[in-house]
């Protein structure tokens, strides 16, 4: 089976940088992906990595380590639009290259 | 991006009635669709996988009696949560996968089913 893990809940000030972490222990390994999802609503995405290194795209960044087995997301410049919870998901290729979801990271932005 | 439209966005229902929740590709074809639960709080789990022209294939612990997926075109896939409970009061959120886009998933709007 797989194990995804990252934080419950962060906090953080606008203007500041967050980082939110996502280990993962699953074979067959063939991508992660970072969606941001407001409550309510349904995910959107927000970056991919499939080999190690980092990914940049604006004021979002993520880094993929596979030897690791580790993610993290970067969100510089918060703002408060960016109070969100924020998905970490693994493409198992074995499994016909279907998603499976971390539990979420729920990010609040103060001011 | 592509479009993924999913309809109704909210429904109520009468414990022991059935629901249909349906999830539309608007400017692709969608030859998979999944179909995600999501209760408050908690990150999405997946239900079952829907193949276009084939039976859906359902995750372990998913009973495929309650939950009937229908695949019947390129561009529809419908959910239909039969004699629905309380229990299955959840937000319920369908995606299809892109090919040619490191097939990464677009998601529905979702469906928050409330079961009285």
């Known amino acids: 089976g797989q194990n995804i893990d990252q934080p419950t809940e962060m906090t953080a000030t606008e203007g500041a940088i967050v980082q939110i972490n996502c280990t993962y222990q699953t074979s067959g390994f063939n991508g992660l992906f970072w969606y941001q999802q407001h409550a309510g609503e349904a995910p959107t995405f927000l970056s991919y990595?499939?080999?190690?290194g980092l990914e940049e795209k604006g004021r979002f960044s993520s880094f993929l380590s596979r030897s690791k087995g580790y993610s993290y997301l970067l969100l510089k410049e918060l703002q408060m639009k960016d109070s969100a919870s924020y998905l970490c998901a693994v493409r198992i290729k074995a499994a016909g290259n279907k998603l499976t979801f971390g539990g979420g990271t729920r990010v609040l932005v103060k001011p | 991006g592509a479009v993924v439209s999913q309809h109704p966005s909210w429904v109520i229902c009468k414990s022991g009635t059935s629901v249909k929740i349906e999830c539309r590709s608007l400017d692709f074809q969608a030859t998979t669709m999944f179909w995600y639960r999501q209760f408050p709080k908690q990150s999405l789990m997946l239900m079952a996988t829907?193949?276009?022209?084939?039976?859906?294939?359902?995750e372990q612990g998913v009973e495929k009696d309650k939950f009937l997926i229908n695949h019947a075109s390129l561009t529809l896939s419908t959910l239909t949560v039969t004699s629905a409970h309380p229990e299955d009061s959840s937000f319920y959120i369908c995606s299809a996968r892109v090919r040619a886009t490191n097939e990464k998933l677009f998601f529905g709007s979702g469906t928050q089913l409330s079961v009285l």
């Open positions: 829907s193949n276009e022209g084939s039976k859906a294939t359902y």
């Open positions: 990595n499939v080999l190690d």
